[in-house]
């Protein structure tokens, strides 16, 4: 066989694979293209969440822009922000309260958190979630749930072979609307 005919018998054959793999990954990129989101959109806000531009945004990542790493990292945000004022209703009374003995290293930098600006400086996402848990505001079970989910945000923007659909991005919205009821003031 010669070399000719091999290649043509190459290009045949990628050209009979590629029909059977661009159908399957071409997307839609219409505004009803995943009608998931709207009822995503009517749980939140039946929750009472009033502080929607981060789970709006992240949504709509979803339905129109195919960026569902960005849909989650936005959800994430989302959901710290609205622990962040959790943590501060009290003027951080409770928190300040666990401050030395939980928290020593943030102690040792601060004695005292008294904005939300101190929080989001000597905070970060996984010490919000072991203060909540401390205070009582986050059980074991969804300590252990929100720090994957946390996880899994980390990847979404940190790491770039990591591959999300749009139903992954879903199926984290529906997760984090499970926990929303624990945050909200």
Same mark, same amino acid.
């Given at each position: ?50 502080? @929607? !531009? ?10 129109? %822009?195919?960026?569902?790493? /960005? =849909?989650?990292? *936005? +959800? ?36 005292? @958190? !008294? ?10 996402? %996984?010490?919000?979630?072991? /203060? =909540?848990?401390? *205070? +009582? ?49």
């Amino acid at each position: 066989m010669d070399y000719l005919t091999r290649a043509r018998e190459l290009v045949e054959a990628i050209a009979r694979l590629k029909e059977l793999v661009i159908p399957s990954v071409t997307v839609s990129r219409g505004p009803q293209r995943v009608p998931e989101v709207n009822e995503l959109r009517r749980e939140i806000k039946d929750l009472g969440v009033s502080q @929607l !531009s981060y789970f709006e945004e992240g949504l709509d990542c979803i339905q129109y %822009a195919q960026a569902s790493r /960005a =849909a989650i990292v *936005l +959800g994430w945000t989302g959901f710290i922000d609205l622990l962040q004022k959790k943590l501060a209703v009290d003027g951080f009374v409770a928190l300040n309260g666990i401050l030395k003995s939980g928290f020593r290293g943030v102690y040792n930098k601060v004695k005292k @958190l !008294s904005s939300t600006n101190d929080l989001a400086k000597h905070f970060d996402d %996984a010490l919000l979630l072991q /203060a =909540a848990k401390q *205070l +009582g505001i986050l059980k074991s079970h969804a300590y252990k749930q929100l720090d994957a989910m946390r996880d899994e945000r980390n990847n979404c923007a940190h790491v770039a072979e990591y591959a999300v659909t749009p139903r992954i991005a879903l199926g984290y919205y529906a997760r984090l609307i499970t926990y929303l009821p624990l945050v909200l003031c």
